[in-house]
């Protein structure tokens, strides 16, 4: 089992930034691969993000690709999803899952991929 939990989200102006976190605990953080999911009001979730066990490859979905960075911190079993020039569009609870896959940039969007899931955070972008 890995428990991941989510932090840092909140109520920003839009073209501000945030930085989320998501603390895991349990099983080797090391061996899983991570991602960033988010869910808007009436929306499927959809993919943000992903990065690779060691932090060597990343992936984005084409919504945040320039805008956001991912990235980990294996000593610490965090990882975070850096966040800029947020748009109102943006407004979602998101959410960071572990996949022990090795997941390419094909798969990397596929929920169904990834094992564990956290609770989400709240990101809300004000026009």
């Known amino acids: 089992q890995v428990q991941l939990v989510e932090s840092g989200g909140g109520l920003v102006q839009a073209g501000g930034s945030l930085r989320l976190s998501c603390a895991a605990s349990?099983?080797?953080?090391?061996?899983?691969?991570m991602g960033w999911f988010r869910q808007g009001p009436g929306k499927e979730r959809e993919f943000v993000a992903h990065?690779?066990?060691?932090?060597?490859?990343?992936y984005y979905s084409d919504s945040v690709k320039g805008r956001c960075t991912i990235s980990r911190d294996n000593a610490k079993n965090t990882v975070y999803l850096q966040m800029n020039s947020l748009k109102p569009e943006d407004t979602a609870v998101y959410y960071c899952?572990?996949?022990?896959?090795?997941?390419?940039?094909?798969?990397?969007?596929?929920?169904?991929?990834?094992?564990?899931w956290g609770q989400g955070t709240q990101v809300t972008v004000s026009s």
């Open positions: 899952a572990a996949s022990p896959e090795v997941l390419g940039a094909s798969w990397s969007g596929d929920g169904r991929r990834y094992a564990y």
């Open positions: 349990g099983r080797t953080f090391s061996n899983y691969a």
């Open positions: 990065i690779t066990w060691s932090g060597g490859a990343t």
